[in-house]
């Protein structure tokens, strides 16, 4: 009886919690173009719009919203936020630029073409990413929870728990919506989650690892590299774009399939 014991204890630890028994199917990348990014730009939302990157950076003092050439990594627009505020996710809904703010419940609304401030809208707790299937607001908080916003009124109208394989996943940070489904860089990791935008379940994983070369990065001091943030969508040409705080350069990459994935 004790044999049968052990065997079956055996066969369960032959499952193991590894990646691949979890059976969410895992992407490595290509690296398809690679561009200058301000590696001054400590990086906490990025979209693709008509030609240009929109960027909010974060950090009290540092903060701001910058409209960038993609091929070239110039500022041509650039909107300061008050020294106070640290700079979170961005969302463009119409002829209006929504932007978070990290742990001082505030959000500022402005007009997409000039960055002239139009008002501020409130919410509770820490502003972490935005992004918006056209239709609604996903916006994250540091949880592995999605808040969902009405874009016209800024109030929530419900939430989505993010998980794998049943587990909650927290620090769900920098979003994008790419091709009905939620991308999402998971903070202080390499890895960007793919979410079903109804149940909230991960689909997908891509590991990021390498893409900023050791040779790229910087150790210490004020222009420290830091984690992988920002992914944009260029749904018109099917371009995939990430990068990182004060990252140097920004990928444009595709998705390739590991062993075993769909
Ligand atoms: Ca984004």
Redesign the pocket.
């Known amino acids: 009886m004790r044999f049968v014991i052990v065997a079956a204890a055996l066969a369960v630890c032959a499952c193991g919690p590894s990646t691949e028994a979890s059976g969410i199917p895992e992407y490595g990348y290509q690296i398809v173009h690679t561009y200058p990014h301000d590696r001054s730009a400590f990086t906490e ?3 693709y719009l008509n030609g240009f990157l929109y960027e909010s950076t974060g950090l009290e003092g540092q903060s701001s919203v910058r409209k960038v050439r993609l091929e070239t990594g110039e500022v041509v627009q650039k909107h300061d936020v008050p020294g106070q505020y640290f700079g979170e996710g961005i969302v463009n809904w119409k002829d209006k630029l929504y932007q978070m703010t990290y742990k001082t419940e505030i959000g500022f609304v402005y007009d997409l073409a000039t960055f002239e401030e139009r008002s501020e809208f409130k919410y509770t707790g820490e502003g972490w ?1 935005f ?1 918006s299937d056209g239709k609604r607001i996903f916006m994250d908080d540091s949880t592995a929870t999605l808040r969902i916003w009405d874009p016209k009124t800024l109030k929530e109208t419900g939430r989505l728990t993010v998980t794998a394989d049943g587990q909650p996943v927290p620090q769900i940070n ?3 919506w790419v091709k009905g489904e939620i991308y999402a860089n998971v903070w202080e990791t390499d890895r960007i989650a793919r979410i079903n935008p109804v149940t909230g379940k991960v689909v997908g994983w891509i590991d990021c690892t390498g893409l900023l070369l050791p040779s790229d990065r910087i150790e210490s001091g004020p222009l420290q590299t830091d984690v992988l943030n ?3 969508y260029d749904a018109a040409r099917d371009r995939l774009f990430v990068t990182g705080k004060r990252w140097p350069k920004l990928f444009e990459i595709k998705l390739v399939k590991k062993s075993g994935a769909q």
Do not use: M
Request: proline fraction near 0%.
């Open positions: 939302g990025l979209f990413a992004t920098e979003l994008e920002g992914i944009a």
